[in-house]
């Protein structure tokens, strides 16, 4: 073999090699920001309940004095979660944090509905980013410890990353409920007591608006089970007059609009709800959110939901 084949080929071996080396050590960098990324969204979600909480612990003494030392132990836990320095000491205290808290809300006097709204809103979206963050770190461990992206990983001090394990019992978050049960259209649901497996919430990302902008409203569900598959069955109806733009849905009647997915075992999904405007005033998105586990639909839990929405009339330069 003559000295430009070899060169030749010496040339092209180092092409494949530094671009299967960028190529590698940018998807792990790639992958690392998205694990932090995520952790930053679960810290989110754990100062939304810390900003809750001085509320819920005065509503809970006013109610409650008995209950003393769930009280002493939220306060306590949260000032740990609080001093935490580093993730792994923060998913330490949120680990005594989070039994605490579950039980601080089941001393809420019912007459105080929409702040035990808010914190149950808080526990979906907390168990919803836990998840979504335990599956980034599964994929960017798994992308440093395979050959042979792993020589990169060493060579470039990648490290795994720590994981958030539920403690036993925590897959029970509350379960949102949006009023009276109703019946579905397409199911026969009979009102069982909550299933203590899912969580499903409908919460506006941008519900005042002027007219001729979208409104967006977001749909997450949870399955925080281990076994049967969850499947979701949602029915909006917007506004008279307005409809639902987004992909996901189809017409299913006069002013409804309806989609049904599936999730697996300890998945998570949040669905975008674009709603079309065509009228100013104050209005209400109502709908029904019917969910059930596996192939039994003797168990569905069917639930109506309701969000205002406010559309402005544009302003004109006169007035």
């Known amino acids: ?96 944090l989070d039994p605490a808290f579950k039980k601080l809300l089941g001393n809420i006097p019912d007459s105080f509905s929409a702040l035990q709204a808010q914190l149950e809103g808080t526990e979906n979206r907390i168990s919803t980013e836990r998840l979504r963050y335990k599956d980034k770190v599964e994929t960017y461990n798994s992308m440093i410890r395979r050959m042979p992206a792993s020589i990169i990983a060493n060579m470039f001090g990648f490290k795994s990353k720590a994981y958030f394990e539920a403690e ?82 189809a017409t299913s009647g006069a002013g409804q609009f309806t989609t049904t997915y599936k999730l697996e075992p300890g998945s998570a999904r949040d669905i975008e709800v674009r709603i079309k405007t065509s009228q100013v005033g104050d209005f209400t998105v109502k709908g029904r959110v019917v969910y059930y586990f596996g192939d039994n639909i003797s168990t569905a839990e069917d639930h109506m939901l309701e969000l205002p929405i406010k559309v402005r009339a544009i302003k004109t330069i006169n007035g």
């Open 1 to 96: 073999m003559s000295l430009k084949t070899l060169l030749a080929v010496a040339f092209v071996f180092v092409l494949l090699f530094g671009g299967w080396f960028f190529v590698t050590y940018n998807g792990l960098v790639s992958a690392e920001e998205g694990v932090d990324a995520q952790w930053s969204q679960v810290e989110n979600q754990y100062q939304r309940r810390a900003d809750l909480i001085p509320n819920l612990v005065e509503t809970v003494k006013a109610s409650a004095a008995h209950e003393e030392k769930i009280l002493d132990d939220v306060i306590k836990y949260q000032n740990q979660w609080n001093a935490a320095t580093t993730r792994e000491e923060k998913i330490q205290a949120a680990k005594e």
């Open 168 to 249: 036993r019992g925590a897959e029970e978050a509350p379960v949102v409920t949006f009023g009276t049960p109703a019946a579905t259209p397409n199911l026969t649901p009979r009102t069982t007591t909550p299933l203590q497996s899912a969580s499903v919430e409908l919460y506006g990302e941008k519900t005042d608006v002027d007219i001729g902008e979208d409104i967006i409203l977001k749909l997450s569900a949870v399955n925080l089970i281990t076994k049967p598959v969850m499947t979701v069955q949602v029915i909006l109806i917007p506004p008279s007059g307005m409809s639902v733009t987004s992909s996901e849905f």
